[in-house]
């Protein structure tokens, strides 16, 4: 197991390590394997994607991201700008149902609701709108349809987290309440965490994941 000093030292290593990424702008503090980021970055692209850095690095139980959105003058954009951006960027991917969810911008904060069928589906919608020129952050408030889940959804997200990695699964105990998926449990890191979540968002008919997971390195 790391000492906070050795995984703190990791994780600048990390952020060093990453090219979309201005490490110097980035505060770094860790105490019992949590991670505390503080910071003014350029976009919400590169603060998202710091947090996507420390989340791989062995030994991080969880991440506090405390970083600012600071745009330079290049970056500014105005809020129907900014708008318009995120209907065409709707438009033109096949993963986000455009006609199924409204958009609001005010300083810079894009607020997306609607209703879709999939995780993947509103995940998709915030990601899209993540790098556009001007975005200070998203409040994601779409919902997922609720749709009847299959008698045996807890076997289907049990397997599918054995085919992604067997070891990690005997250690996580899958609860099914309606359409809510519970995990219980231990893993051995941050990411297979966040890996375990992901696959139980992809069993249908499920609208809501409570990840009650251990880190135990």
């Known amino acids: 197991m790391k000492s906070d000093v050795q995984l703190k030292k990791d994780v600048e290593a990390e952020l060093e390590w990453e090219p979309s990424i201005n490490a110097a702008e980035v ?8 991670v505390t980021l503080s910071g003014h970055l350029d976009t919400l692209a590169q603060k998202h ?4 850095v420390v989340q791989r690095v062995a030994g991080v139980r969880a991440v506090a991201v405390e970083i600012d959105v600071k745009l330079t003058a290049d970056s500014a954009r105005s809020d129907s700008e900014i708008a ?14 455009a006609n199924r969810i409204q958009v609001k911008v005010e300083k810079g904060w894009v607020t997306l609701a609607g209703e879709v069928d999939w995780e993947y589906q509103r995940a998709a919608a915030a990601n899209l709108v993540r790098p556009l020129i001007g975005v200070m952050g998203i409040h994601n408030n779409i919902v997922l349809k609720r749709r009847t889940t299959p008698d045996n959804i807890e076997k289907r997200i049990r397997d599918a987290l054995t085919r992604q990695a067997e070891r990690e699964a005997k250690g996580i105990e899958i609860q099914v309440h309606d359409s809510t998926v519970v995990l219980r449990g231990s893993v051995h890191s941050l990411a297979e965490r966040v890996a375990a979540q992901g696959a139980a968002w992809s069993a249908p008919g499920i609208t809501r994941v409570d990840n009650e997971l251990r880190i135990i390195p």
Do not use: M
């Not at 318009?84 to 149902?97: D, G, I, L, M, Y």
């Open 84 to 97: 318009h951006a995120v209907e065409t960027a709707f438009t033109w991917h096949n993963s986000v149902p």
């Open 49 to 52: 994607e710091v947090e996507k």
């Open 27 to 34: 505060g770094v503090a860790v105490k019992d394997g949590v």
